[in-house]
């Protein structure tokens, strides 16, 4: 029945979550800091307030809770932020959390990254068992990524590129499509993160917080941008998923994989597998609604974890079907009130 508590295996057997829906929970992505070191058009404000510390969970109950969750069956951890590599001491968390892989407790350690940062942490990531990760450009143009960025350093990013694949990570390119922005820039990126052996992944537009200016001016359907693509390419689809809710085609001409991320225009619900935990400890059970579950009361009140696992519990139980995401003329605020960079990329 909806809204049960959902009773837990034991630590050891690694049986995975299951939703109200049947849904099982493998996949938990963790926002360490809402802080980054760019302030992108589409997800934050220029003028942006920040969490106090004493706000955020410290490095040591991240581990905890991302270790209680991998002990019921996550199988995949993604830190993110704001920008998670801004954050001091944070390669501590990448070692600690190492240990699950090697025990074979996870499969998989990865983070989502602007790339500001990647020429400094990259061999250091592959050191603690991380093998691939996402990072964001939106535009090959130097002026236009600052522009969109408004703080950003396209050369800086692509250092950190360099720096990633000398050290063996993989590498998947995140671009956000924006109308008018860089719609045209669409094929050309293709061609450049495929020419690097990256895998490109476009993603429409979500409605998370206030920003400076209308999301609606911004959106651009991806049903519309795969339909001009296949007036020049071969997109073969392919069954292929990497956990999170993207689409993917092998592009016959570059013989490349492009990712298809479309929350408006193919609701992607149906097969979510994930939770997300900000840095404050709230997980959201879906991105796009508000209901949240404190876990750093649990965590500081006791050193047992009995208590943060039934909180876990009772919140999986209130994992909805799916999110309630719109842009249009008559919806075109956001949705829900916390920005992405609070939630985690």
């Known amino acids: 029945m909806r809204g049960s508590p959902i009773q837990f295996p034991s630590p050891s057997s690694g049986t995975p979550l299951l939703d109200p829906f049947g849904r099982s929970i493998t996949y938990l992505r963790v926002s360490v800091t809402d802080r980054c070191d760019f302030r992108c058009v589409y997800c934050m404000s220029e003028d942006m307030a920040f969490l106090p510390k004493r706000d955020l969970l410290s490095l040591e109950e991240l581990d905890r809770i991302c270790s209680v969750f991998v002990a019921h069956g996550v199988r995949k951890l993604r830190i993110t932020g704001g920008e998670p590599l801004v954050r001091r001491d944070i390669m501590t968390l990448f070692h600690s959390l190492s240990r699950h892989l090697k025990s074979g407790a996870l499969d998989e350690l990865t983070v989502t990254t602007n790339g500001s940062q990647l020429a400094r942490y990259a061999q250091e990531l592959v050191s603690c068992g991380v093998e691939r990760v996402n990072v964001s450009i939106d535009t090959l143009d130097p002026g236009k990524f600052h522009q969109i960025t408004r703080w950003g350093d396209l050369s800086k990013v692509l250092q950190g590129l360099d720096a990633a694949q000398t050290a063996g990570l993989k590498i998947k390119i995140n671009t956000v499509a924006l109308k008018g922005v860089n719609e045209e820039e669409i094929e050309s990126l293709i061609h450049w993160a495929h020419g690097h052996g990256m895998d490109l992944t476009l993603i429409e537009v979500m409605p998370l917080g206030e920003i400076d200016g209308q999301r609606v001016d911004q959106f651009l359907p ?123 990329g």
């Not at 071969?234 to 990497?242: F, G």
């Not at 208590?307 to 719109?326: C, E, N, S, Y």
């Open 222 to 344: 991806l049903s519309e941008v795969r339909q001009r693509l296949e007036g020049r390419y071969t997109l073969q689809d392919l069954p292929e998923r990497t956990g999170g809710p993207a689409r993917y085609v092998r592009v016959a001409e570059t013989g490349g994989k492009l990712g298809f991320i479309t929350p408006l225009t193919h609701n992607f619900c149906e097969s979510c597998n994930r939770v997300r935990l900000t840095c404050t400890g709230q997980l959201f059970m879906c991105l796009g609604q508000e209901d949240a579950a404190d876990l750093r009361a649990p965590v500081r009140v006791s050193e047992d974890n009995a208590l943060l696992t039934q909180v876990i519990a009772d919140a999986i139980a209130r994992k909805p079907k799916g999110h309630d995401f719109i842009i249009d003329r008559n919806h075109s605020g956001p949705a829900v009130s916390r920005h992405m960079s609070m939630t985690g």
